[in-house]
């Protein structure tokens, strides 16, 4: 089985920084995307970030600029660096990875249990 487990969570003021993993573990053979989502209460979760297999991020507009998605492939490891926090930053995020189980099996999205960030004074 695949496990996705997050950390770095927390409460910051707003202005503050935040750098939350993401290592995947089990039995992989690849990992292709991996991402960032987040879901405010009453909202939809959202993408914040993704960033595909050759390292090319794409950002949410609302955390361009401010956020910073990077990965290491051979800790199977995706991380999110979150610069100039915002109130509005507030949600639980979710880890993401489309991986594949098998060479020629194709590939499946895994997501982790989430892990609340709280941008507070």
């Known amino acids: 089985q695949v496990q996705l487990v997050e950390s770095g969570g927390g409460l910051v003021q707003p202005g503050g920084s935040l750098r939350l993993s993401c290592a995947a573990s089990?039995?992989?053979?690849?990992?292709?995307?991996m991402g960032w989502y987040r879901q405010a209460p009453g909202k939809q979760r959202e993408l914040v970030a993704r960033i595909s297999i050759d390292d090319n991020p794409v950002y949410a507009d609302s955390v361009k600029g401010r956020f910073t998605i990077s990965r290491d492939n051979a800790k199977n490891t995706v991380y999110l660096l979150m610069n100039s926090l915002r109130s509005e930053d507030t949600a639980v995020y979710y880890c993401n990875a489309d991986i594949s189980l098998r060479a020629y099996g194709g590939s499946n999205d895994y997501w982790g249990q989430g892990t609340q960030v709280t941008v507070s004074s």
């Open positions: 089990g039995e992989i053979y690849f990992i292709y995307d």
